[in-house]
């Protein structure tokens, strides 16, 4: 899977992550995290390393390049980079996920996200998701790309073990899923049974939510966390992350 | 509480924010929030606009001045300043409520926060608490300053709702309140009975926590969230939001 300088600096842009089938994780960090995943999902074994020469001793069981802090900086994104970058096909994660159980030891649910524009929402969802175990998530079409540098790093390695589905239509989840729950201003409690009986949570747009039109076409049933009514919002990320909380809550 | 153009310049430093006493709330949509905030919290009332000539017929009850746009650009924090922006004094932020009621009418509970940083997830968390209605947020010293412009900005108006405490140091909490949680890898479940009776919920800095030595100290008493364990930690405001959360869960 290596890929040339030339190559590599093109990962910077959507088009080219998509048309290569990688992206890059920068840091010691991520790829401790990386090695991590891949013990229990080995198609992530074929994710490469670069590493400047401060590196190139650094124990991995993953094939190793060693370039110039010159080249590291030229393809990296960040100002100042770590001297150690992984290049990960994004088809290993679309496979199950890189941790053998779940927080609760129930079935895996979906999570949609439609439109979402904010990487480091992203990044935070990705990270609760993968936080409780047994969560896929997937992405419509338009939303921000989850192989974006600025996604990778907020997810802090958790983006190497949830699945992922990119470019999914809105249209086709009644199709694939049973019960889908949405939320609204208005609708039952999230402590209500139903809320943990659905299979795929669908979460829209930051500022303008999912169109009431399409939810009721998709028969989504609606919940809501009750508020005390002095503001209008929650964070996008924020009611991701309640919802995962109370589908692992333990009574 | 006008200040002259000079003295607003400055307002983009802590230092002088907490010398006049006051911060400032950029943007339309913060302006109506603080309108919305001032009809419960009569100490908002002495906040005052600043607006440009475009602005100058914005219905408010507020006292309104209308300056240039270029003395706007030069008070403002955003690249292209929206035209209007309220001058808010601090003290009015310390006092009760800005709502009469809660989501579940219970007492009003303390969150502490140990030396944030990020000034986007203390932004998350004030939302969240306006949210939910009845949460003081308490912040220590070496904490990210609550009236900088991106923890106001990332609050979207929940500032102006929730009572703040500043410079709260970590040992005089012993002294006010009976029964403090912390959040540890270890501990009860939050769904735990005990998590609801306590008065004062601690939360440590991003990166370090809080030392465990300071919690014996204080006898606080620790709560997890339970996951699978494939990463090592959760996002602070996550964390924050799924406790607020919790607390305000109805069976």
């Given at each position: 899977m290596s890929l040339n300088l030339d190559e590599l600096k093109k990962l910077q842009q959507k088009k080219y992550r998509h048309e290569f089938g990688c992206f890059l994780a920068e840091g010691e960090h991520l790829a401790l995290e990386l090695e991590k995943a891949a013990l229990h999902k080995?198609?992530?074994?074929?994710s490469e390393l670069y590493v400047t020469e401060e590196f190139?001793?650094?124990?991995?069981?993953l094939r190793k390049h060693v370039i110039t802090d010159k080249q590291m900086a030229q393809i990296?994104?960040?100002?100042?980079?770590?001297?150690i970058v992984a290049l990960v096909?994004?088809?290993?994660?679309?496979?199950?996920?890189?941790?053998?159980?779940?927080?609760?030891?129930?079935k895996e649910r979906a999570i949609y996200l439609h439109e979402i524009q904010d990487p480091g929402n992203l990044g935070t969802i990705l990270r609760t998701l993968a936080w409780f175990g047994n969560f896929r998530c997937l992405l419509s079409p338009?939303?921000?790309?989850?192989?974006n540098p600025k996604v990778v790093r907020a997810s802090m390695g958790a983006i190497f073990h949830v699945p992922l589905e990119v470019?999914?239509?809105?249209?086709t989840l009644s199709a694939n899923f049973k019960r889908i729950a949405c939320l609204d201003m208005?609708?039952?409690?999230?402590?209500?049974k139903a809320f943990k009986e659905c299979d795929c949570y669908l979460f829209g747009n930051?500022?303008?939510?999912?169109p009431h039109e399409q939810l009721q076409k998709l028969g989504a049933q609606p919940f809501a966390i009750p508020g005390?009514?002095?503001?209008?919002s929650l964070n996008l990320a924020t009611v991701v992350n309640m919802c995962a909380y109370e589908l692992n809550r333990r009574p």
């Open positions: 080995p198609t992530l074994r074929t190139q001793h650094w124990a991995t069981t990296c994104d960040t100002q100042t980079p770590q001297g096909p994004i088809a290993a994660l679309q496979l199950g996920q890189a941790t053998p159980h779940s927080a609760t030891g129930e338009g939303s921000v790309d989850p192989f470019e999914v239509p809105l249209e208005q609708g039952s409690s999230l402590s209500a930051e500022a303008r939510g999912v005390s009514g002095a503001i209008e």
